[in-house]
Nanobody, 125 residues
Framework: QVQLVESGGGLVQAGGSLRLSCAGS????????MGWYRQAPGKQRELVAT???????NYADSVKGRFTISRDGAKNTVSLQMNSLKAEDTADYYCAASLRTNSYSAYRESDFGSWGQGTQVTVSP
């Protein structure tokens, strides 16, 4: 089992930046991929970005060019740098970890078995 704790959410004006971090503990040496998902009020949870142990990344089209996911294996953390934020980025952001070994690098939501409690991001217009 892996425990995940997110931090870094908050309120920011449109066009601004925020950096989210997620620290893992537990069976961290079994993690093969980590990711960020988000859920806006009244909407389903959706992919933001994922990163594999090998460094392969996958982004939602809506955040490409604005968000960057990175991982520090030594510190067992994954971060999400969010630039040029828009009002539509407002959501609860969740960190996720997968212990699965897949043949593909674009991990799916169903591949992630461990989730953090979420951190709120609010972007004012």
């Amino acid at each position: 089992q892996v425990q995940l704790v997110e931090s870094g959410g908050g309120l920011v004006q449109a066009g601004g930046s925020l950096r989210l971090s997620c620290a893992g503990s537990g069976f961290i040496f079994s993690i093969n991929a980590m990711g960020w998902y988000r859920q806006a009020p009244g909407k389903q949870r959706e992919l933001v970005a994922t990163i594999t142990i090998g460094g392969s990344t996958n982004y939602a089209d809506s955040v490409k060019g604005r968000f960057t996911i990175s991982r520090d294996g030594a510190k067992n953390t994954v971060s999400l740098q969010m630039n040029s934020l828009k009002a539509e980025d407002t959501a609860d952001y969740y960190c996720a970890a997968s212990l699965r070994t897949n043949s593909y690098s674009a991990y799916r939501e169903s591949d992630f078995g461990s989730w953090g409690q979420g951190t709120q991001v609010t972007v004012s217009p």
